[in-house]
């Protein structure tokens, strides 16, 4: 077989993701919460999960303020520039 | 030729996203700029922007960021419980 590379969903990250990524990662870990439990907690995907961490997901709003509900923070502390 | 029904998108309007879309309207309004202006400035498209200002656009962290830099309010301004 030929060694076809593997189509691998990696967009440049955007600054301002990779800020919400990591902020919903520190507040996530702050918590003692896993990415998994996180991700089951808002109903949003696990593997997508870890791309909004990782900064290369533009997720959306609905997204958001699921987010910000399981944190308990403001939708504004998780996307403040 | 048979009257087929377009079909049209018309989701149901979650609360948030009809908060959201008030709001981008009221602060547009009153800074005086045109819903087709708006959207040229953030390179939204029209119809897409039109949605987002009905409720019916559940639109990601980049335009809720672009929105707000274009408004000239934080991000957390637009989307506050």
């Known amino acids: 077989m030929l060694n076809v590379p593997r189509k691998v969903r990696q ?3 955007h600054p301002a993701l990779k800020k919400l990524g990591s902020r919903v990662r520190q507040l996530r870990q702050a918590r003692g919460v896993s990415q998994e439990a996180l991700a089951d907690l808002t ?3 696990r593997s997508y999960m870890s791309g909004i961490e990782r900064g290369v997901r533009n ?8 987010l910000a509900k399981a944190l308990s923070v403001q ?7």
Chains 1, 2 share one sequence.
Request: aromatic share 0%.
């Open 11 to 13: 967009p440049a990250k």
């Open 43 to 45: 109903g949003i995907g």
């Open 59 to 66: 997720c959306s709003v609905l997204h958001v303020l699921k």
């Open 75 to 81: 939708p504004g502390d998780l996307l403040s520039n």
